[in-house]
């Protein structure tokens, strides 16, 4: 008996293909955050302790052109399901290059360590927008759970987050592994390469319980939206041919012209050019938005109302996201890594943020829905985000402070500025997203996921900016920045509260 949509209530009383992603999109940032939670430390380590011996500005270059490329990819990735391998084919063939990427970075070859980043990046490009979509796809549009549905699908995302650096963590920077791997006449320093080994054995997971799983999804997904008829979809088909062609053809240029000697690519010039690239991107696809014709006076209002959620979402990802750059190198360098007595890797603190959103998510749930018709507007929420993101640094602040002369300081102080920053991301970043999405003008309502992916593509890049200049200022004046940045930020959010929300009440 084939049961409909509504009826299916195997996973917690929702559709049973939910398991399905759920436990896929877990493996995928099992393997994404367990890898993150490395990246910035294994570029700086030293080669004798097995690193690739890095400068911090060369990292934190490195570091912001992939998780920058990592969400911007996502737009080319929506277009590819949407219009040639449908969503369900996207999130494989994604997860399979991720797989791909991590085995690559398990190779000791600083060739294989760019090549695993280009793949990963290509394969987190199409399974990650995609597998959010096809959460969409379990439930009919008037079905209630669809929100919880997504809160549910939040927490896969935050177990694997979780789980990862503890694993790769203990992998690479564990004395009690490197002893093992003394013992078994293994190089020590290779640990780092088994922590990426087991962000690829993630991805595996993932991948066989998606092919497993896929029959609980049902039809959804399987043909690509936006191009139905065989014949669309031929057409479709060339476009990315051509798409594709041009830009092997482009790199293969630039690739002659570096051998011939005409232009020198180095990894921080390949870093910067990606960075204008995502900026000068984001700047053109507003212009294009704004400058369209046949938006309606209530439509431009809304988008408006779009373009100051999607700056204030950068800003928030821009400081947020350097618990990956300057916090993991503040948690390694500056923190005193040892609880009663007993030591443990760094990386670990990377799974703090994720463990205080599975246990907050909800109580803030319970909070919103509690305060009822009070239930802040989405303005004041992202002036919350902001405003929580400020204190958390603002509490670096003083543990930069503290840290002056080489101290270590107690891992309190990390503690609490997750603590701080996860309250920030909860009030932000699933209001971003619905924001965007209902007030998107019906015809780039697709396009909204991408844009909010944009946001966090930019912030990346700034947060690896901020990872760069890390030994340029001391801790006090690099986290003061980013303090007053952000609460500047906050600031502006507030003023433009109630603006926002006349625009957005005012009849069209
Ligand atoms: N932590 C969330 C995820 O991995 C959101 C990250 C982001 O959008 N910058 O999906």
Known sequence: MTRSRDEDTAFFGHPSGLSTLFFTEMWERFSYYGMRALLILFMTASITQGGLGFDVSKAGAVYGAYTSMVYMLALPGGWIADRVLGLRRAV??????????????????????YLGLVLVVLGTG????????????????????????????????????????????WLAQGEGFRGFLHGMGIAAESA?????????VGMFFGLVQYRFGSKRLGEGGIVPGGAVTPEEQRVQRKKLMTGLGITVALLGGIGILSVVGVV???????????????????????????????????????????????????????????????????????????????GFPASWFQSVNSLFIILLAPVMAWLWVKLGRRDPSSPTKFALGLFFLSAGFG????????????????????????????????????VG?????????????????GVWFMASAVGNLIAGAFASIYESF??????????????????VMVVLISPIKKMLARPT
């Open 92 to 113: 494989f063939y994604g997860g399979v290059l991720i797989m791909a990427g991590h085995v690559s970075l398990a190779i000791p070859s600083v060739s294989a360590f």
């Open 433 to 449: 997203l619905s924001a965007m999405t209902k007030l998107a003008p019906a015809r780039v309502t697709g396009m909204m996921m």
């Open 192 to 200: 780092w390469h088994w922590g990426f080994g087991a962000a690829a």
């Open 474 to 491: 001391t801790l006090p004046q690099l986290f003061g920045a980013v303090t007053g940045f952000s609460l500047i930020f906050c600031l």
């Open 395 to 430: 509490v670096m602040i003083v543990a930069g402070s503290l840290a002056a002369n080489g101290a270590q300081v107690s891992p309190l102080w990390l503690l609490v500025t997750y603590l701080l920053h996860t309250i920030g991301e909860l009030a932000l970043s699933p």
């Open 264 to 342: 020198a690519i180095t990894a921080v010039g390949v870093a910067q050019v990606l960075g204008v690239g995502v900026v000068a991107a984001a700047g053109l696809f507003f212009l294009w938005l704004f400058s369209s014709r046949g938006w309606s006076p209530d439509e431009r209002r809304r988008l408006i109302v779009i373009f100051v959620l999607f700056l204030g979402a950068a800003v928030f990802w821009s400081a947020f996201e350097q618990a990956g750059s300057t916090l993991n190198l503040f948690a390694d360098r500056s923190t005193d890594t040892r609880i009663f007595g007993v």
């Open 126 to 169: 199409l399974l990650k927008p995609n597998i959010s979509a096809l959460v969409g796809t379990l439930y009919t549009p008037d079905d209630v759970r669809r929100d919880a549905g997504f809160s549910i699908y939040y927490m896969g995302i935050n177990l694997g987050g979780f789980i990862a650096p503890l694993v790769t963590g």
